[in-house]
């Protein structure tokens, strides 16, 4: 686990300066990999080449150093990840006579590459990005793993490649000062976060996940190709009980195969039923207790401790718990937003880095509950598709706005308790006509309607999904598949997993999440929906398979999420930072609000007027991003 950069430069640098271009990069990511690090770099009259890496130290902690490069010394490797089913391959390689003078996974990724090229890349179960350097063909192959779990950015133009794993090492390199990317600021303010292909900076990119780049160094051009079919769908007929057994089968070996390290590893405990089931099958795989984390917050409406304590009391673990407020979030607020690189307001990344931070004190690697809502359909925004159809059925559109009109007004909540009224807001927002719900679903921060109120036109974006409704051929998305599917490019790469990455990086420590398999992905797609949504009853299989190894009803407990009352705080400890980014002449200055109508969108949730936790923490944190990259207040 680590973190990797690399460029191509065409201007004749010197080597010196080569490499005190790929140690600043290095140093801007030195909490990926405290460890150690490393560099190649070759200059000659045409190029100059460099790739470099931070490495946290996991697996094979001897001779694991990076980069590696092959015996023939035509292909050089930088590599951030794990590839869980490394072992499984190396032994097949040295079978075929393949030597190795390490017995690392990274390895193997380039004796694979030297034998089969990108092909190979299908191959590898694990979490990735990587950099090669193929001297005998003159490119860098650049690749991202299945979902997603790596993060990967790059930048082109003529006179530079560059890659990074972090876009502060990446932004660092160049000249000047990026502009802002319209689609990627609309994506945020939609969504809280950007998901790939876009940053929030134009004319740079995250590489999407399942893709690899192919730069030609000589002809200073580049392609972009998928690893493998992910999206491929075929309900298989099968019984209930077999399909139950099999997914036991599968996510304990998935968990096992996660659970390979050379450094202490416990789990995220949090007590729903992912984190659980994960925590469960952990201990039952060793014979000595494991250890679980949880946190909780001093606001006991927030924290779910018991359900952790319960959990961690049934598998015998040695369990810490960790309680946190309000002064946490101020010691810790900054450094956690502005590690991003870019806007992002995820309001469970908060106590996602301080179960990381107080962790990483007690193991280096920790597996997670991450994906499971994604692989097996259980996410509450689900059944609104089926609510949505029902209700668009019954009641007229011209109804509807009536009941808006009327009824919303009674579900107002001046404060920042997600329950009923919340939810029920939620859904009255995300009802559609025309077929476009999923889309209002999954815009966490604002609506489209609402971001347009307080936007300004020149900086208005209406077509921020078409790029996924054209890759997936789903524009009106009506089912459980289809919503998963969305998902995994969208919510899963560019929220969750952003979030988990960045945080945990930050605290140098390595979380895996065992349900981010992709046999794991691909046996679900297989079954009837039904198996994963029965009725109301969410990820039905999974917990069928996993009940009896819990208290009667235990798994089938609501679960909160895993947020911060944000909504709270801004007005209380955050409200006088948060004042200084409504003020007229910043605004002015700034050009991209409308002044007005954001400044009353602020003011009525700071005088609890009415509650706009979402749209204001989303404004919170682009005003605290936007003046460290291009002002000072």
Same mark, same amino acid.
């Given at each position: 686990?680590?973190?990797?950069?690399?460029?191509?430069?065409?201007?004749?640098?010197?080597?010196?300066?080569?490499?005190?271009?790929?140690?600043?990069?290095?140093?801007?990511?030195?909490?990926?990999?405290?460890?150690?690090?490393?560099?190649?770099?070759?200059?000659?009259?045409?190029?100059?080449?460099?790739?470099?890496?931070?490495?946290?130290?996991?697996?094979?902690?001897?001779?694991?150093?990076?980069?590696?490069?092959?015996?023939?010394?035509? %292909?050089?490797?930088?590599?951030?990840?794990?590839?869980?089913?490394?072992?499984?391959?190396?032994?097949?390689?040295?079978?075929?006579?393949?030597?190795?003078?390490?017995?690392?996974?990274?390895?193997?990724?380039?004796?694979?590459?030297?034998?089969?090229?990108?092909?190979?890349?299908?191959?590898?179960?694990?979490?990735?990005?990587?950099?090669?350097?193929?001297?005998?063909?003159?490119?860098?192959?650049?690749?991202?793993?299945?979902?997603?779990?790596?993060?990967?950015?790059?930048? #082109?133009?003529? &006179? $530079?490649?560059?890659?990074?794993?972090?876009?502060?090492?990446?932004?660092?390199?160049?000249?000047?000062?990026?502009?802002?990317?319209?689609?990627?600021?609309?994506? #945020?303010?939609?969504?809280?976060?950007?998901? /790939?292909?876009?940053?929030?900076?134009? &004319?740079?990119?995250?590489?999407?996940?399942?893709?690899?780049?192919?730069?030609?160094?000589?002809?200073?051009?580049?392609?972009?190709?998928? *690893?493998?079919?992910?999206?491929?769908?075929?309900?298989?007929?099968?019984?209930?009980?077999? /399909?139950?057994?099999?997914?036991?089968?599968?996510?304990?070996?998935?968990?096992?195969? @996660?659970?390979?390290? &050379?450094?202490?590893?416990?789990?995220?405990?949090?007590?729903?039923?992912?984190?659980?089931?994960?925590?469960?099958?952990?201990?039952?795989?060793?014979?000595?207790? *494991?250890?679980?984390?949880?946190?909780?917050?001093?606001?006991?409406?927030?924290?779910?401790?018991?359900?952790? @304590?319960?959990?961690?009391?049934? $598998?015998?673990?040695?369990?810490?718990?960790?309680?946190?407020?309000?002064?946490?979030?101020?010691?810790?607020?900054?450094?956690?937003?502005?590690?991003?690189?870019?806007?992002?307001?995820?309001?469970?990344?908060?106590?996602?880095?301080?179960?990381?931070?107080?962790?990483?004190?007690?193991?280096?690697?920790?597996?997670?509950?991450?994906?499971?809502?994604?692989?097996?359909?259980?996410?509450?925004?689900?059944?609104?598709?089926?609510?949505?159809?029902?209700?668009?059925?019954?009641?007229?559109?011209?109804?509807?706005?009536?009941?808006?009109?009327?009824?919303?007004?009674?579900?107002?909540?001046?404060?920042?308790?997600?329950?009923?009224?919340?939810?029920?807001?939620?859904?009255?927002?995300?009802?559609?006509?025309?077929?476009?719900?999923?889309?209002?679903?999954?815009?966490?921060?604002?609506?489209?309607?609402?971001?347009?109120?307080?936007?300004?036109?020149?900086?208005?974006?209406?077509?921020?999904?078409?790029?996924?409704?054209?890759?997936?051929? *789903?524009?009106?998305?009506?089912?459980?598949?289809?919503? @998963?599917?969305?998902?995994?490019?969208?919510?899963?790469?560019?929220?969750?997993?952003?979030?988990?990455?960045?945080?945990?990086?930050?605290?140098?420590?390595?979380?895996?999440?065992?349900?981010?398999?992709?046999?794991?992905? @691909?046996?679900?797609?297989?079954?009837?929906?039904? %198996?994963?949504?029965?009725?109301?009853?969410?990820?039905?299989?999974?917990?069928?398979?996993?009940?009896?190894?819990?208290?009667?009803?235990?798994?089938?407990?609501?679960?909160?999420?895993?947020? +911060?009352?944000?909504?709270?705080?801004?007005? +209380?400890?955050?409200?006088?930072?948060?004042?200084?980014?409504?003020?007229?002449?910043?605004?002015?200055?700034?050009?991209?609000?409308?002044?007005?109508?954001?400044?009353?969108?602020?003011?009525?949730?700071?005088?609890?007027?009415?509650?706009?936790?979402?749209?204001?923490?989303?404004?919170?944190? %682009?005003?605290?991003?936007?003046?460290?990259?291009?002002?000072?207040?």
């Amino acid at each position: 686990m680590c973190g990797i950069n690399g460029f191509v430069k065409y201007s004749s640098s010197s080597k010196e300066q080569v490499l005190t271009d790929l140690a600043k990069m290095n140093d801007l990511i030195l909490h990926r990999g405290p460890d150690d690090d490393g560099s190649f770099v070759e200059i000659n009259k045409d190029f100059e080449l460099a790739m470099g890496m931070r490495r946290l130290s996991i697996i094979d902690l001897a001779s694991g150093k990076q980069p590696i490069t092959t015996e023939s010394e035509l %292909f050089t490797i930088v590599f951030n990840g794990e590839i869980y089913n490394y072992q499984e391959l190396r032994k097949k390689l040295v079978k075929e006579g393949i030597n190795f003078k390490t017995h690392s996974d990274t390895e193997v990724i380039l004796k694979l590459y030297e034998l089969e090229g990108t092909k190979s890349f299908r191959k590898l179960d694990g979490m990735f990005a990587f950099s090669i350097y193929d001297k005998q063909a003159k490119k860098i192959v650049i690749a991202r793993d299945f979902f997603g779990e790596k993060p990967l950015y790059y930048y #082109f133009n003529n &006179d $530079i490649f560059l890659w990074a794993s972090e876009l502060k090492s990446l932004s660092n390199q160049l000249n000047f000062k990026p502009e802002l990317s319209k689609i990627g600021l609309n994506q #945020f303010f939609r969504l809280t976060y950007i998901p /790939a292909p876009n940053t929030i900076y134009k &004319d740079i990119y995250k590489l999407e996940a399942n893709h690899y780049i192919e730069f030609d160094i000589v002809t200073k051009s580049y392609t972009i190709e998928q *690893i493998e079919e992910e999206f491929e769908i075929h309900q298989d007929k099968v019984d209930f009980e077999s /399909a139950k057994a099999n997914v036991r089968k599968l996510v304990q070996e998935s968990v096992t195969s @996660r659970s390979v390290a &050379d450094v202490p590893i416990g789990t995220f405990l949090s007590g729903g039923v992912d984190s659980s089931i994960t925590s469960l099958c952990l201990a039952q795989s060793t014979d000595r207790p *494991i250890n679980t984390f949880s946190i909780g917050f001093e606001k006991k409406d927030w924290g779910e401790t018991d359900k952790s @304590r319960l959990v961690a009391q049934q $598998i015998k673990s040695d369990h810490h718990e960790f309680i946190i407020g309000e002064s946490d979030l101020k010691d810790h607020i900054h450094e956690i937003l502005l590690n991003f690189d870019e806007p992002f307001s995820d309001t469970a990344s908060l106590p996602t880095f301080l179960v990381a931070k107080k962790t990483s004190q007690y193991v280096k690697v920790a597996l997670t509950g991450d994906g499971g809502d994604e692989i097996f359909g259980g996410y509450t925004k689900y059944y609104m598709g089926k609510i949505n159809s029902q209700y668009t059925s019954m009641v007229p559109k011209a109804l509807h706005s009536q009941v808006l009109k009327y009824i919303y007004p009674l579900l107002a909540d001046k404060h920042d308790n997600r329950g009923l009224k919340f939810r029920l807001r939620k859904l009255l927002n995300s009802i559609d006509y025309e077929g476009n719900h999923y889309w209002d679903i999954i815009s966490l921060a604002n609506s489209q309607h609402n971001l347009k109120s307080f936007l300004n036109e020149d900086w208005q974006y209406d077509e921020i999904f078409k790029r996924y409704q054209e890759r997936l051929s *789903i524009w009106k998305p009506n089912s459980l598949t289809e919503y @998963r599917l969305i998902d995994k490019i969208v919510s899963l790469e560019g929220g969750m997993l952003a979030k988990v990455d960045r945080t945990s990086m930050l605290s140098s420590i390595e979380c895996r999440a065992p349900f981010l398999n992709k046999e794991l992905w @691909r046996y679900t797609n297989s079954l009837p929906e039904k %198996f994963l949504m029965k009725g109301w009853n969410k990820k039905y299989i999974l917990k069928e398979a996993f009940k009896e190894d819990f208290p009667p009803g235990f798994l089938d407990k609501s679960k909160k999420g895993f947020g +911060s009352p944000v909504g709270d705080w801004l007005r +209380s400890g955050l409200q006088a930072e948060l004042e200084t980014y409504i003020s007229t002449p910043f605004l002015q200055k700034q050009g991209i609000f409308k002044i007005n109508n954001i400044q009353q969108l602020v003011t009525s949730h700071l005088d609890a007027t009415s509650d706009n936790t979402f749209s204001v923490w989303a404004y919170y944190c %682009f005003q605290k991003w936007y003046t460290n990259i291009y002002e000072s207040l």
